[in-house]
């Protein structure tokens, strides 16, 4: 499913597959506009964009936020 392209395409085509909802899923990437962009489908995401790629520390923040948004 990982090619050239907007990322939020990806993850419909990942959704349309597993049908996992939106909600149900945790996005983690390096470029704002992808963590924006799939957000507005509902998907839980987490700017990793520091340099140092994806951290325990970016890891357990995309935990607590979606645990936060499963509650609401």
Do not use: P, W
Request: glycine letters at 8%.
């Amino acid at each position: 499913v990982i090619r050239d392209g907007k990322k939020s395409v990806h993850v419909r085509e990942l959704q349309r597959r597993t049908r996992v909802a939106y909600e149900d899923m945790l996005f983690f990437d390096d470029n704002a506009a992808d963590v924006a962009e799939v957000a507005l489908l509902g998907v839980t995401t987490v700017h990793c964009g520091d340099g140092r790629g994806l951290t325990s520390s970016h890891f357990d923040d995309g935990l607590a936020r979606f645990n936060r948004k499963s509650r609401e």
